[in-house]
């Protein structure tokens, strides 16, 4: 099957990245299931420029979930990766140029 990795991680992966509106500098909560066939386990590793969140294996129907506060300079990256199934991939699961709003599902 050649289908690419964010085929893959929107076929088998809810995720959704949900802000409230405090302004000036919203609270972001993010939130990645493990919906993978056949039960398989996905190992995350989330990062910032400036934080490390950690390697965290989600099991079938758990998921993983974090708060931040993107920085005032409109410059936060948040990325991860996800391995399953042997493969690595990454994302850019926020950028504050794409991902600034008031609300977002």
């Known amino acids: 099957m050649n289908a690419s990795p964010i085929s893959w991680l929107l076929s088998l992966m809810h995720l959704f990245v949900a802000s409230e509106a405090i302004l000036p500098r919203h609270k972001v909560d993010v939130l990645i299931y493990n919906y ?3 039960g398989t386990d ?12 950690g390697v965290h294996l989600l099991a079938f129907r758990n998921y993983y979930e974090f708060k ?3 920085n005032l300079f409109g410059t936060t990256l948040v990325y991860c ?3 399953w199934d042997g ?3 990454w ?5 504050s ?3 600034t ?3 977002c599902l």
Do not use: A, G, W
């Not at 996905?42 to 969140?53: G, I, N, R, W």
């Not at 994302?91 to 950028?95: G, V």
């Open 36 to 38: 993978l066939q056949n």
């Open 42 to 53: 996905l190992t995350v590793h989330c990062k910032s420029k400036d934080d490390d969140l």
């Open 68 to 70: 931040f506060r993107p």
């Open 81 to 83: 990766s996800m391995q």
């Open 87 to 89: 493969i690595m991939h």
């Open 91 to 95: 994302f850019d699961i926020y950028t």
């Open 97 to 99: 140029e794409r991902d």
């Open 101 to 103: 709003c008031t609300y």
